[in-house]
């Protein structure tokens, strides 16, 4: 299966900071997902990107599927903004198995 | 509307014990995937319905099973309760099993 590498794996910010979090695949993806996971353990999805780029708020994200990788962009953080940020894809196909990477652990400061 | 509901929230349960999550799915979805999440080896798939059929396993062994009903609610079943499968259980849903994924809050099992 599928590699998702994420980095950076830790990120310390002053609020109002802007952030780049990265996610290769050693293959090339499908479905590619990002999500945030707040302290509670809730998973929220972000972004449905398998290529292209979308933005929502402060947040964008862009998939360069040919490239295998995908970018998260956080614009002026918030301490909300917290949390551990995770993306996620499939080779496609009958695999309905999304592999997840180990995520960026996001501490944003007031 | 409704997200994913999980239930119960929190679950201790002893070695040796079974014990079975419950997940309902947003309305209208069809797929509902669970997925395993532990502090060393991150999120892990375990399966993935959808209209009441399994299409995809983990790598997990045979104590771990599921269900899908006709009303697209989900169950998932853990036998022979060890240590290593407390983990904080969290079931997705989504129209097709390959679109965006909507996690309901989770399980948190400690085996004890």
């Known amino acids: 299966g599928i590699q998702v590498e994420q980095s950076p794996p830790d990120l310390i910010l002053q609020e109002g900071a802007n952030s780049t979090l990265r996610c290769n695949f050693s293959?090339?993806?499908?479905?590619l997902q990002w999500f945030h996971q707040n302290p509670w353990g809730q998973l929220i999805n972000l972004f449905y990107i398998p290529s292209g780029t979308k933005q929502n708020g402060r947040l964008s994200a862009t998939t360069v599927a040919t490239e295998r990788y995908s970018l998260l962009y956080i614009s002026s953080s918030q301490t909300t903004d917290s949390g551990v940020y995770f993306c996620a894809g499939n080779s496609g196909g009958s695999n309905y198995k999304l592999t997840f990477g180990k995520g960026t652990l996001l501490t944003v400061n007031p | 509307k409704a997200g994913v509901t999980q239930t119960p929230r929190y679950l201790i349960k002893t070695r040796g014990q079974q014990v079975t999550l419950s997940c309902s799915p947003i309305s209208g979805h069809r797929s509902v995937s669970w997925y395993q999440q532990t502090p060393g080896q991150g999120l892990q798939f375990l399966f993935e319905y959808f209209s009441e059929t399994q299409r995809n396993k983990g790598n997990f062994p045979g104590r771990f099973s599921g269900r899908q009903f006709s009303n697209s609610r989900s169950e998932m079943n853990v036998s022979t309760l060890e240590l290593g499968d407390s983990a904080l259980y969290l079931c997705?849903?989504?129209?097709?099993?390959?679109?965006?994924?909507?996690f309901g809050s989770g399980t948190r099992l400690t085996v004890v």
């Open positions: 997705a849903s989504s129209l097709k099993g390959f679109d965006g994924y909507t």
């Open positions: 293959d090339s993806v499908n479905n």
